[in-house]
Nanobody
Framework: HVQLVESGGGSVQAGESLTLSCVVS????????MGWFRQAPGKEREAVAA???????RYADSVKGRFTISKDNAKSTLYLQMNSLNPEDTAMYYC???????????????????WGQGTQVTVS
């Protein structure tokens, strides 16, 4: 049974940084595609960043240059380093995983079968 647990969210001021973490259990973490998605109130879920099993990364245009996705295989943990946060980044952030996603679709939420419960990020 695959479980994903996010942490690290909080309330910050514009321009500050946060690092989100997602601990994965019950899966061969190293062989999974991983992604971060977010959903603001009244808006659809959108991709933030994704990491393919080949270590290829992709980012949404809105976060390029500010956010960095990474992982620590020894800790089965996915990270999202978020710098220069602005109020438009306010959302619930979700971690997602799946063992088989074509590299061209790693930013598509419907390709992921496993999701965490989310962690709230509020920027004012």
């Amino acid at each position: 049974h695959v479980q994903l647990v996010e942490s690290g969210g909080g309330s910050v001021q514009a321009g500050e940084s946060l690092t989100l973490s997602c601990v994965v259990s019950g899966a061969k973490y190293q062989s999974y595609c991983m992604g971060w998605f977010r959903q603001a109130p009244g808006k659809e879920r959108e991709a933030v960043a994704a990491l393919h099993v080949t270590s290829f990364t992709r980012y949404a245009d809105s976060v390029k240059g500010r956010f960095t996705i990474s992982k620590d295989n020894a800790k089965s943990t996915l990270y999202l380093q978020m710098n220069s946060l602005n109020p438009e980044d306010t959302a619930m952030y979700y971690c997602a995983a799946d063992p088989s996603i074509w590299i061209g679709k790693i930013l598509q939420a419907n390709e992921y079968n496993y999701w965490g419960q989310g962690t709230q990020v509020t920027v004012s």
